[in-house]
């Protein structure tokens, strides 16, 4: 491979400048103004913005959850990446309680390795906590995981305040970061159970069962456990203006505290759970969509560096599949698809003046790379870099519907958004895999071992 992209502006975390890409077999070569690159193939982008390929570091492709699995496998999702921008997913390799991690990562290996479009790696999921697993972290590391998952909800999942603090100090010890799902699953289960009492049954109880101070409340126990533990933490998903308040807390103590969190926190609401017919039941989603206001409170936070990246939680259901909620909202699949449209949507921010084109760069690409120990080989266009490439046209706007998709899914949560201009092409390490919405190559994803943060 060796091929010039001329004429367009190379974003990085520190914004765009005018410069020619020249990519040389699955690297960048060169990056500067006016390349003389005499027997490179020369493709004009003039007029366009060429990002770092996006990385979304929470995806849950192939997961067997709520007694059904995920729409979107490694295949299919592994496309609807491609389509989207997104070169590199970080997946949970999710090994059940009583499983060991090996076997976890063994079983994810089998699910992704020769059927991914996008270049992947693993989190794994801490859902036990015993010496057995302990012994195995150090394997973890050397298999190329340095990250790693716990929640506090959830009973086939959590493992409780203890155990959770000991995985931090390990954790510590050797160098690994957990991110964390925060809820408070007690008081969760007491709403829940309100609720199925009064014969509230419906999508509309769900966030009810589920509000904004059940967030905060597991946010502020954790941060006071990775305090005493001394070692950072990830908030992964952080939905709510009232979570955000203890992060903000904890970092005026010192502490230093990742967030992540997801187009939908920054564009749907609440409201979305009352619509009829049950259509509010394909909005559900853990930690749920919240107010308005709590949408302001997390943008300002991305445009003034408070949130360091935006993932999807890509968890796809289809309308088949949530249908099986009627009746009792604890029933329904929880989870959103949102890999293809993460980076039209944060573009729109950009264009609405929402954060600034370098901040999109942080958070889509440059900080999850750094985060997850993937920097410099991802998030950042520069020579030695694996050529992953998003060929972004400002000028090309489209509209989202589901009927344009990829995702293995029959709907779109961002149905109908007007998007501020569509990817041209996707290249990922210098090959070019999608081609204004058309994917030219689904299958050529390989698994990348990560190192520690570095962010």
């Known amino acids: ?48 913005l060429l990002f770092p390929g996006f990385i979304d570091a929470h995806t849950h492709f192939d997961l067997d959850v709520c007694n059904t699995t995920t729409a979107d ?40 390795d020769g059927r991914c479009g996008c270049d992947y790696g693993f989190h794994m999921t801490i859902d ?57 699953s007690g008081v969760i289960d007491a709403l829940i159970a309100e609720k199925k009492a009064a014969g509230a049954l419906g999508p509309a109880s769900h966030p009810e069962s589920r509000p904004a101070v059940l967030e905060a409340e597991a946010i502020s126990r954790l941060l006071k456990m990775a305090a005493l533990a001394d070692t950072p933490v990830v908030i992964v998903h952080l939905s709510s203006e009232a979570g955000l308040r ?26 979305l759970y009352s619509l009829p017919d049950f259509e509010g039941g394909r909005y559900v ?29 890509h968890c796809s259901f289809t309308l088949a599949q949530k249908d099986a909620g009627r009746g009792d909202f604890t029933k329904i699949p929880g989870g959103l698809p949102g ?51 998003v060929v972004y046209d400002p000028a090309a706007d489209s509209v989202i519907t589901a009927a344009d998709q990829a995702a293995n899914v029959d709907y779109a949560p961002f149905e109908g958004f007007r998007t501020s201009g569509s990817i041209a092409s996707v290249w990922l390490r210098g090959r070019k895999v999608v081609d204004h919405g058309a994917i030219l190559a689904d299958r050529g994803g390989i698994y990348i071992p990560r190192g520690r943060s570095s962010l």
């Open 73 to 112: 496998d490694f295949y299919t999702g592994g496309r609807s990446a491609l389509r989207g921008g997104t070169t590199t997913v970080i997946d949970f390799a999710c090994p059940n309680k009583g499983e060991s991690l090996q076997y976890g990562l063994e079983l994810w290996h089998k699910k992704a």
């Open 246 to 271: 203890e992060v903000e807390a904890a970092r005026a103590r010192g502490q230093t505290v990742y967030v992540e969190t997801c187009p939908q926190y920054l564009y749907l609401d609440d409201s």
């Open 339 to 389: 890999v293809e449209t993460r980076g039209l949507l944060l573009y729109r921010g950009v264009a609405g003046g929402r954060i600034g084109l370098g901040q999109m760069c942080r958070v889509l690409a440059e900080n999850p790379a750094r985060l997850y120990g993937l920097y410099p080989r991802k998030g950042v266009l520069a020579p030695g870099s694996d050529a992953d490439i």
């Open 1 to 48: 491979m060796n091929v010039l992209l001329r004429g367009g502006s190379v974003v990085s975390g520190s914004g765009a400048v005018r410069a020619d890409l020249w990519i040389r077999d699955e690297t960048i070569h060169a990056v500067g103004l006016d390349l003389d690159c005499p027997d490179a193939e020369t493709v004009d982008v003039s007029g366009k």
């Open 128 to 184: 036990d906590w015993n010496e057995s697993i302990r012994a195995e972290l150090p394997a973890m590391f050397e298999a190329g995981i340095s990250s790693f998952k716990m929640y506090m909800t959830y009973p086939a999942m959590m493992i409780g305040d203890g155990p959770m603090f000991e995985a931090l100090r390990e954790l510590k010890r050797l160098g690994g970061i957990a991110g964390v799902h925060c809820e408070n």
């Open 285 to 313: 989603c853990a930690p749920p969509l919240r107010k308005k206001s709590d949408q302001e409170a997390l943008w300002q936070a991305l445009a003034s560096g408070g949130v360091q990246t935006v993932s999807t939680d």
